[in-house]
């Protein structure tokens, strides 16, 4: 049986760990949860390191438990947040738990074995259990002191909302998740995030004084990029696992732009890749930077995970296409969504097919017809096909009296190119 703990260290995935953990763990095959946050219907990236600290937990040996929190996500958790969050109903929990289900079956194998995974909704035992019941067999057991004692409750009680009732709750309610897990499916670890440790612990102290159980916790360093900026965040907003919200074009290009800081820490915590395997490329990198070897494979290794080979493979042929080392053929194969996101940003000018064939050359197509987006005069256009410098859908424009009879990707778009790095697309209506 693997080490599960030796293999976090190594990969720097171990903020805190509960004196006795890993006795427990090399004692015999382990229950552990964590507890994942249903609010949409896609984790996103920033779920990752919980993902990959099961996967290795699953490797080890042991059977990792996803918690997905249909009670919990209608209370909402304090920890880290400055405000209380909306509350979810039940149908969206419900819609939010399948989509989950199917990303974590990409990650973890569920199976009926000894090691296989299990997803647990805690709306499951909390939806018959009585308010009075609740704080006459739980709450008793945790001091008022105690919970208070906690950073989450802390902070939020100095800012300047305050904090609910609700919310002060959230620790009691999780601590009773670990509770029933160890009660019910013989779960004696809780893993998560360091913001979650005050949360974990309070599981522990329930089950040592109400059932005098012993139980056990391991968290995870919050992850921070070099530049000070938040880790799984783009303009656009968060980088998802599902491909609908975020394409494997736009997911390839987070990890391939990660500073060489960043995918030194990166490469160990979201690839599987061995110490060995790792250590060789951090050498390869160190010698020629510019190569950015370790981008590449970090790149590589989690798209195929997240997406699949097929849409790694798309995404380095999309990357190619707009690094100039590509041809038509490449840009004809890209489906809609890949070419808008490789495309997504750069100017755009709609025409009707009517205006197309009425251009009659592509040096008015380019001008007039796209109404000087592209170039401000027919001269200006001229002189540049000349010079060799213009192409639609990667193909070279030998002469300015060229016809446009092109075909359109995907029967509604032309990529114009000018020089090296300006891109138009020219949507045809």
Request: proline share 2%; with cysteine; charged share 25%.
């Amino acid at each position: 049986m693997a080490n599960f703990i030796e293999e976090l260290k190594w990969r720097g995935m171990i903020h805190d760990i509960m004196p006795g953990t890993e006795e427990q763990l090399s004692k015999e095959i382990t229950a552990g949860y964590i507890g994942f946050d249903p609010t949409a219907d896609s984790l996103h990236i920033g779920s990752l390191v919980q993902i990959m600290t099961l996967v290795h937990f699953q490797k080890a040996g042991h059977k990792p438990i996803a918690l997905v929190g249909g009670a919990t996500g209608m209370v909402g958790d304090p920890s880290g947040k400055s405000a209380e969050r909306n509350l979810l109903t039940q149908p969206e929990i419900e819609t939010n738990l399948n989509g989950i289900k199917k990303q974590l079956s990409k990650f973890l194998d569920f199976n009926d074995s000894e090691t296989g995974a299990e997803m647990v909704n805690n709306y499951d035992w909390f939806k018959n259990l009585n308010f009075l019941d609740f704080i006459r067999d739980i709450g008793k057991h945790i001091t008022v002191n105690y919970m208070m004692s906690k950073d989450s409750v802390k902070k939020r009680l100095e800012g300047e909302s305050g904090m609910s009732f609700t919310e002060f709750s959230y620790q009691l309610v999780q601590g009773y998740d670990f509770y029933w897990l160890y009660k019910n499916k013989n779960c004696k670890l809780q893993l998560g995030g360091s913001d979650q440790w005050g949360n974990i612990v309070t599981g522990t102290e329930l089950i040592r004084r109400k059932d005098s159980g012993e139980a056990f916790a391991v968290t995870t360093p919050l992850i921070k990029k070099a530049d000070g900026t938040k880790f799984g965040k783009t303009e656009g907003g968060n980088v998802w696992l599902d491909p609908e919200r975020t394409s494997s074009y736009e997911f390839y290009q987070y990890w391939l732009n990660a500073s060489d800081v960043d995918a030194a820490n990166y490469i160990r915590i979201f690839t599987l890749l061995s110490k060995e395997e790792i250590e060789v490329l951090e050498k390869e990198h160190a010698e020629a930077p510019h190569l950015r070897k370790l981008q590449e494979a970090l790149a590589k290794d989690i798209t195929i995970r997240v997406h699949s080979e097929r849409d790694y493979e798309s995404a380095v042929k999309a990357s190619q296409i707009l690094f100039g080392k590509s041809t038509t053929e490449d840009l004809v194969n890209l489906d809609e969504k890949t070419f808008l996101s490789v495309f997504k940003g750069v100017p755009q000018a709609n025409i009707t097919k009517a205006d197309l064939e009425k251009s009659g050359d592509v040096t008015t197509l380019l001008s007039e017809s796209t109404g000087g987006i592209i170039f401000k005069s027919k001269g200006e256009a001229r002189k540049m096909i000349q010079g060799g410098g213009v192409s639609i859908n990667k193909t070279k424009i030998i002469s300015p009296n060229d016809g446009v009879n092109f075909n359109l990707l995907q029967g509604k778009y032309l990529l114009a190119q000018k020089g090296k790095k300006n891109y138009y697309i020219i949507h045809v209506n």
